[in-house]
Every structure is written in C-alpha cells, then in structure tokens.
C-alpha cells in the first residue's frame, strides 16, 4: 500500500464523526487520548479506526487542531515496531506543524494492541516522530490509548 493510500484513509477515518457499536448504541469503543511532551490530549470526538488489506488505520483530531493518525499492518494483538515494518506509518500534527514516523523517514515508535476484532481494536501506542517541512523539535508521545469501532 502507497504512503498516499494510507494517507487517503487517514483523512477518510479521521473525518468520521458517528461511529456506533456492533448493537447500534454510540459512544462505546470511542476514546483515542494521549500526551505530547506532557500535555494530555484526546482525539475525540473525531477518532475512528479502519482496517483496509492487512492494514489497520487509527486516527483522531481535537477540537483544538492537535491529531494522531497511525497505520500498522495488523489484524491481531500483538506488539508492533512503527519503523521497520511496510505498512507502518505514524504522524502527529499541531495545526500548523507535523511530524512523523516511516520505515525510511526516521523516528521511534510502537503500537501494543491488546485486542482486535472485526468491530473493535483496543491497545496503547508511544512515538517519537521527526519533524516534517517547517516544525523543529521531536515530541514525545506518550500514554496513548485507543479503544475504537473499526469500520
């Protein structure tokens, strides 16, 4: 899969606002939160999670234009490395700066899932991303967690 297909879906999960459970209620399997150099933040409302050939794709915004988008090439728990595999990827923006993690772009990270299955994932994810076009600086994410309807 292209870095742009990852990048498509990416846009597409994060753009979804209404998820809802296998039994129709909503809310349940929404939360994506973690800590950037201290600061806590929660990608919800806007937090979703795809799972497209192999590849599942984790995403959320804040209302204040701060976001995680991650791709991992997954379909059980597992601990998986975010800089040595294909199908891996990682970005964390601000609203004005990203930075990321790509088998060949550099950056440190992993994602720890705990469970999957076809409606819903949950685990925990850290990262150290490299700064991408003007940001400056290598954030520390940490204490991400995500529990998500997968569609």
């Not at 700064?131 to 967690?145: D, K, L, Q, Y």
Request: charged share 5%.
């Amino acid at each position: 899969m292209t870095f742009k297909a990852v990048l498509a879906i990416v846009f597409m999960v994060g753009c979804t606002s209404s998820m809802s459970t296998p039994d129709g209620a909503t809310g349940a399997h929404k939360t994506l939160t973690w800590d950037a150099d201290g600061a806590h933040r929660t990608g919800e409302p806007l937090a979703g999670a795809s799972l497209l050939q192999g590849v599942l794709v984790v995403s959320g915004n804040d209302t204040n234009g701060y976001g995680i988008a991650f791709s991992v090439t997954a379909t059980t728990p597992g601990t998986y490395d975010l800089t040595h595999y294909s199908g891996t990827s990682f970005t964390y923006t601000d609203h004005t700066n990203s930075w990321a993690i790509s088998t060949t772009g550099g950056g440190t990270g992993s994602v720890v899932i705990t469970a999957f299955t076809p409606t819903y994932v949950t685990g925990t994810f850290t990262a150290n991303p490299v700064p991408t076009g003007s940001a400056t600086g290598m954030p520390a994410i940490t204490n991400g967690v995500f529990d998500l309807v997968v569609n």
